[in-house]
């Protein structure tokens, strides 16, 4: 008898080949389809990427190739929460690096890599548009601004709870 999670990865190879049997004969239809792989995943393993070459009857570098150009697809799965710490020039001035540094000692891992338990993933960018609240970090949807390192444990605890 198969389990719960198996049952839920079966349903989502069967959302994957019915994405390709319907864009398949469309001019262009590798990013979509690529988009649509990752909306079912969450990411782009390797084996959704075999099955998408095989699908569309192209080599299987061509996906890769495309999954790695464009930042937009992840080929690792992400956290619950996605931690985006704010390096633009204001954020930089007033302190984002030692909250950067915080979070990476908090998480216990580097930025751009996700926790073991599969909750943050810690991402460094240029800018989040929101320079008057320098140094920023968003979690998902949510901002903070003028941040000090020693904030940083109790943000993150709130979402641990």
């Given at each position: 008898m198969c389990c719960c999670d198996c049952n839920n990865n079966m349903d989502k190879y069967a959302a994957l080949q019915q994405v390709i049997d319907e864009l398949?004969?469309?001019?262009?239809?590798?990013?979509?389809?690529m988009q649509r792989a990752q909306d079912i995943f969450g990411y782009l393993p390797e084996d959704v990427q075999n099955i998408i070459a095989k699908g569309l009857d192209i080599p299987v570098s061509d996906v890769y190739g495309v999954a790695t150009f464009y930042a937009?697809?992840?080929?690792?799965?992400?956290?619950?929460?996605?931690?985006?710490v704010c390096l633009g020039t204001a954020c930089y001035v007033k302190g984002a690096q030692l909250v950067l540094d915080e979070l990476e000692k908090v998480l216990g891992v580097p930025a751009g890599s996700t926790t073991p338990d599969g909750l943050f993933t810690l991402n460094a960018t240029r800018c989040l548009g929101a320079c008057g609240l320098a140094p920023v970090i968003m979690v998902n949807d949510d901002v903070y601004g003028r941040l000090t390192?020693?904030?940083?444990?109790?943000?993150?605890?709130?979402y641990r709870n």
């Amino acid at each position: 008898m198969c389990c719960c999670d198996c049952n839920n990865n079966m349903d989502k190879y069967a959302a994957l080949q019915q994405v390709i049997d319907e864009l398949k004969n469309e001019p262009g239809c590798l990013m979509p389809v690529m988009q649509r792989a990752q909306d079912i995943f969450g990411y782009l393993p390797e084996d959704v990427q075999n099955i998408i070459a095989k699908g569309l009857d192209i080599p299987v570098s061509d996906v890769y190739g495309v999954a790695t150009f464009y930042a937009q697809f992840n080929l690792e799965p992400k956290g619950k929460y996605i931690i985006s710490v704010c390096l633009g020039t204001a954020c930089y001035v007033k302190g984002a690096q030692l909250v950067l540094d915080e979070l990476e000692k908090v998480l216990g891992v580097p930025a751009g890599s996700t926790t073991p338990d599969g909750l943050f993933t810690l991402n460094a960018t240029r800018c989040l548009g929101a320079c008057g609240l320098a140094p920023v970090i968003m979690v998902n949807d949510d901002v903070y601004g003028r941040l000090t390192p020693d904030q940083v444990a109790g943000i993150i605890e709130k979402y641990r709870n």
